[in-house]
């Protein structure tokens, strides 16, 4: 019997798993354990509009884990709440930490899927828990009801689309600032892409200021924050919302495996380097940028690679995807996205992404989609 274990319960741990389980065949026999410090999957590519009040449910966006996983028998699959504590690949086991105390777990083979998290307290990621990250939305939409003025810093996709939602809803009763580091949005995309995302939040009445960071933030005894700028201006607001960098979720695993921003460093087979039988995939890892699309890349090939090696068969190498593909809203009603150098329309990229989504949630918890 193999034991795979893995760890990280959203996008690329979840996929991976049914992956696994689907197409294995009659390999030899193996069992599954799935670690996830959340009892829900978190759609949270809907994160950004359900930042806004009332405008989607906590039933839309978390759903049971355990119950995509009901069709497996228990001796082929097994849902474990925690979170991984220490990971030994020499004699490949984890501690894990639960409610109930610690654990380990040994395993054959080791899936490291555990994600990232956003920088600050505002939940585009999980943060803790599901009823952490509930109650994280709950106390952001109590915040922004009440707030005047609103900051978000980061010119990237979660940037943008967080400044364009909040600004399709509020663009005319609150002040609304979009702080972006680099001269233009989006840096490294086409021109004509940046573009009009710029005119779009001229529209939408949004206060943008280019070529400009956030050097020091100081929260006020009221809630407020005071925002030193690298002009020397200072800006004090209601809601700050900062938007750039992630960090990857890997301080349970030795730093002889991580790059200098904690990423896990991987080789072509996406093999964890210099670890025996452990792989890394999605946002954890090194290989590519940190989106959905590679993440199920990556997650279709090493799934595959481990139904080979259940077969005592060799794995191939990952192939990279050879353009990036981008695809964000800017409000309810506008929206652009490009692959390389080609520009895909507002109309193709707001009717594609009208339910953001949020239906394909349950067919990727309960494996039909894959």
């Known amino acids: ?69 009901e069709q497996y028998p ?58 952490g990250t509930k109650a994280a939305r709950h106390g952001f939409h109590a915040r922004v009801e009440k707030a005047k003025t609103i900051v978000v810093a980061g010119g990237g996709v979660t940037g943008c689309e967080t400044a364009g939602e909040l600004a399709y809803e509020y663009g005319r009763e609150k002040e609304i600032t979009f702080i972006v580091g680099h001269p233009t949005l989006l840096s490294g995309t086409p021109m004509s892409f940046s573009t009009y995302v710029q005119k779009s939040f001229q529209t939408l009445k949004v206060n943008l200021k280019l070529s400009t960071q956030v050097k020091n933030t100081t929260q006020l005894p009221d809630g407020s924050y005071e925002l030193l700028l690298s002009t020397g201006e200072k800006l004090t607001t209601d809601i700050y919302i900062p938007t750039f960098g992630l960090t990857p979720n890997s301080s349970y695993l030795p730093t002889e495996f991580l790059d200098s921003k904690g990423y896990v460093v991987v080789d072509s087979y996406l093999k964890v380097l210099g670890a025996k039988d452990a792989w890394a995939i999605g946002d954890v890892s090194n290989c590519e940028w940190s989106q959905l699309i590679p993440a199920n890349k990556q997650s279709a090939h090493l799934a595959k690679s481990i139904v080979l090696l259940l077969n005592n068969k060799t794995p191939h190498p990952y192939k990279l995807i050879s353009h990036r593909i981008t695809g964000m809203q800017i409000g309810r009603n506008k929206g652009i996205g490009h692959f390389g150098s080609w520009i895909i329309p507002s109309f193709v990229i707001v009717y594609v992404r009208k339910m953001l989504f949020m239906e394909k949630m349950g067919a990727w918890l309960d494996g039909s989609a894959f």
């Open 74 to 131: 228990v001796n082929q699959f097994n849902f474990v709440l925690g979170s991984a504590e220490s990971a030994n690949v020499e004699t490949k086991h984890v501690r894990i930490s639960g409610s109930t105390g610690t654990s380990t777990l040994d395993y054959d083979f080791l899936i490291i899927a555990t994600g990232s998290r956003a920088k600050g307290d505002t939940p585009f990621k999980g943060i803790g828990s599901t009823e």
């Open 1 to 69: 019997m193999k034991n795979i274990v893995i760890l990280g319960g959203s996008y690329a741990g979840i996929s991976t798993a049914h992956r696994i389980l689907k197409h294995a065949g009659k390999t030899a026999p193996f069992k599954i354990t799935l670690v996830s410090p959340n009892t829900h999957f978190y759609w949270s590519m809907a994160a950004a509009r359900g930042l806004v009040p009332g405008q989607i449910s906590d039933e839309q966006l978390f759903r049971p884990i355990s119950e995509g996983f």
